[in-house]
């Protein structure tokens, strides 16, 4: 099923306020390119698009903009921000620090039963997601697999700083999926942290996430290639290789 800004709404709780609903459904569209970078939004058009003020949508633009999503120009409007190689590769950075730490910790403690039982379902989930048209739902479970692994070892503020990072890591891998980077690679490689953490071995857990972690790193040169106007900037190459010392 392809993903819309309704189907984004209908995600959301109905318990929660509607400027928290509105954030949570643009935040995700421009993850998932249903907003694509340099896009313009109007307030009127998305006001009128959930049937609602305009006053919450202009308070989650605020809030995007805080988060560096959007750009509001004066005058001119406001618009999806272009994909930044920069930002792409300082969250890369944070999540390697935070996730291979956690890794180390799983597999120098263990996972309780129940926290290795749900990442186990979760691969198995993810394997069967084996058309190109799944992988909406694959980038889903990746990222329920990688929320479950740090509570798993009970970091949720390491999961709360993930989060805030994540959006400008994950429309990058995001727009990989599944051409650049094969969703069965990514699900071995799943397999392999998993398997490294059931062995007890920190050595291998530590490798095994740095090695997923830094997939993005392969990808992007190419990504910047087939899709230039979707970045704000050009140096590929020497942010890589600045990234990967």
């Not at 989650?60 to 509001?72: D, K, W, Y």
């Not at 409007?77 to 792409?88: P, Y």
């Not at 309780?112 to 084996?130: F, G, K, N, Y």
């Amino acid at each position: 099923m392809k993903t819309t800004l309704q189907s984004l709404w209908q995600e959301t709780r109905i318990s929660d306020p509607v400027r928290q609903r509105l954030y949570q459904v643009l935040r995700e569209s421009i993850i998932r390119m249903v907003l694509v970078p340099g896009q313009g939004l109007s307030e009127k058009e998305l006001a009128d698009t959930f049937s609602v003020s305009r006053q919450p949508v202009r308070e989650a633009f605020i809030r995007l903009s805080e988060a560096g999503l959007v750009e509001v120009r004066p005058q001119r409007g406001t618009f999806v921000v272009k994909i930044s190689q920069q930002a792409v590769l300082e969250a890369r950075f944070v999540r390697e620090a935070i996730e291979v730490a956690v890794v180390r910790l799983a597999a120098s403690r263990g996972l309780a039963p129940e926290a290795l039982s749900e990442l186990q379902d979760l691969v198995e989930r993810q394997r069967r997601c084996t058309d190109p048209r799944d992988h909406d739902r694959f980038y889903h479970l990746d990222e329920l697999f990688h929320r479950a692994l740090i509570l798993g070892v009970h970091q949720q503020a390491a999961w709360k700083v993930v989060e805030e990072v994540r959006a400008h890591f994950d429309r990058v891998r995001y727009l990989s999926v599944p051409d650049s980077t094969p969703i069965g690679k990514l699900i071995e490689q799943h397999v392999q942290i998993l398997a490294a953490i059931e062995a007890r071995d920190v050595e291998a857990a530590e490798q095994a996430m740095q090695i997923h972690l830094r997939e993005v790193l392969i990808s992007l040169p190419d990504l910047v290639q087939r899709f230039p106007d979707m970045f704000d900037d050009q140096q590929t190459q020497s942010l890589i290789e600045e990234a990967s010392r």
